[in-house]
T-cell receptor, first 115, second 115 residues
């Protein structure tokens, strides 16, 4: 059972373009939504995260948009650069209680930014 | 700080063999976990621990054992390796709070092939 669905599986963008990756979740108890970035041969690293009390969070060129009623959230990468080429994972967790922040990941999106 | 370290980086096993994947962290994190990463499936939680002596199952625990005798170490044991356990394994750690999500730090991974 895939509780977090991510699309697209792969994405090719030209340098300077906008990359958009979408995720949808089913569990309404989720209250923490991080995005992880993974370069080949490395472990995932936290990129940006949001909690459902805000609809948008921006850090530099990276923005998370969150739609609680639709149970969807997305990552926007503005002015995409070749160095952004990586695999991106959305994730979700119920931060409190006995879930102890266990992360449920989406399937991943391979982003390629052409120079 | 070395962060989260994993050994070995690569391993080839024959079906039926057993082995232990090592994970250590030097950040005094209470929470540690193991994930496996398979193409098109994201990362899936195998086992996790909220402190020394406390472990619990994640989404895909069958065929794996864990123990947590110290805060720093969280080894993953494959009891009788099967080809279905061919994967990349990541260990992660974070601080733990009953109400707040903390960033999970991932190790560099172990690529395991079972023939």
């Amino acid at each position: 059972q895939q509780q977090v669905k991510q699309s697209p599986q792969s994405l090719i963008v030209q340098k300077g373009g906008i990359s958009i990756i979408n995720c949808a979740y089913e569990n309404t108890a989720f209250d923490y939504f991080p995005w992880y970035q993974q370069f080949p041969g490395k472990g995932p690293a936290l990129l940006i995260a949001i909690r459902p009390d805000v609809s948008e969070k921006k850090e530099g060129r990276f923005t998370i948009s969150f739609n609680k009623s639709a149970k969807q959230f997305s990552l926007h990468i503005m002015d995409s650069q070749p160095g952004d080429s990586a695999t991106y994972f959305c994730a979700a967790s119920n931060a409190g209680g006995t879930s102890y922040g266990k992360l449920t990941f989406g399937q991943g999106t391979i982003l390629t930014v052409h120079p | 700080n070395a962060g989260v370290t994993q050994t070995p980086k690569f391993q080839v096993l024959k079906t039926g063999q057993s082995m232990t994947l090592q994970c250590a962290q030097d950040m005094n994190h209470e929470y540690m976990s193991w994930y496996r990463q398979d193409p098109g499936m994201g990362l899936r939680l195998i086992h996790y621990s909220v402190g020394a002596g406390i472990t619990d199952q994640g989404e895909v625990p069958n065929g794996y054992n864990v123990s947590r005798s110290t805060t720093e170490d969280f080894p993953l044991r494959l009891l009788s390796a099967a080809p279905s356990q061919t994967s990349v394994y990541f260990c992660a750690s974070s601080r733990l709070d009953i109400a707040l999500p903390y960033e999970q730090y991932f190790g560099p991974g172990t690529r395991l092939t079972v023939t």
